[in-house]
T-cell receptor, first 119, second 112 residues
């Protein structure tokens, strides 16, 4: 149980285009999902917290107009990288916290990641 | 930066040996978790230890937590080549946001 999927697993796009990445919780509901980015051989940096039915909360230094997040249902959050540039090339990973009776779980479950390359 | 520090950054050992990784963090926490990441893949949850716990075991994994020193360690006993991966600690803050702060990670290589 607690499986999170991401689509696509990799994407190559031209500079200036927008790219949408989906994060789905397959066998559980999640009111909260998180988006991270990871550069090669580095740790995960939290970009934003995605809350179902409300606006995302962005970490300091992350441009909300560039990284649009939509959490439209209890099983889906999307991250859209708008007007992508080569410096946006990275590994984007989402995670979700299962909603259980008594409150959210303590554990985040991670998707397999999406590798974005902007030419 | 709130990011935790892990050491060593890289560790290379022979199969069968034990591997120890350390994590230090800066703020009070609700719990601390360890994750494994194979190259280019997502993260796999290994173990969670709460702030009121001092030690936890799961199979070949042993995790300790010292909240007075704001540090944790992950011990993998009798390592295998399949344990080769990056290992990250993640701290959940007391603020109740369920937000994690990840450590810098340790790259473990187990030689067959």
């Amino acid at each position: 149980g607690a499986v999170v999927s991401q689509h696509p697993s990799w994407v190559i796009c031209k500079s200036g285009t927008s790219v949408k990445i989906e994060c789905r919780s397959l066998d559980f509901q999640a009111t909260t999902m998180f988006w991270y980015r990871q550069f090669p051989k580095q740790s995960l940096m939290l970009m934003a917290t995605s809350n179902e039915g409300s606006k995302a909360t962005y970490e300091q230094g992350v441009e909300k107009d560039k990284f649009l997040i939509n959490h439209a249902s209890l099983t889906l959050s999307t991250l859209t990288v708008t007007s992508a540039h080569p410096e946006d090339s990275s590994f984007y990973i989402c995670s979700a916290i299962p909603l259980r009776a008594g409150g959210p779980s303590d554990t985040q479950y991670f998707g397999p990641g999406t590798r974005l390359t902007v030419l | 930066s709130q990011q935790g520090e892990e050491d060593p950054q890289a560790l290379s050992i022979q199969e069968g040996e034990n591997a120890t990784m350390n994590c230090s963090y800066k703020t009070s926490i609700n719990n601390l978790q360890w994750y494994r990441q194979n190259s280019g893949r997502g993260l796999v949850h290994l173990i969670l230890i709460r702030s009121n716990e001092r030690e936890k075991h799961s199979g070949r994994l042993r995790v300790t937590l010292d909240t007075s020193k704001k540090s944790s360690s992950l011990l993998i006993t009798a390592s295998r080549a399949a344990d080769t991966a990056s290992y990250f600690c993640a701290t959940a803050l007391r603020s109740g946001t369920y937000k994690y702060i990840f450590g810098t990670g340790t790259r473990l290589k187990v030689l067959a």
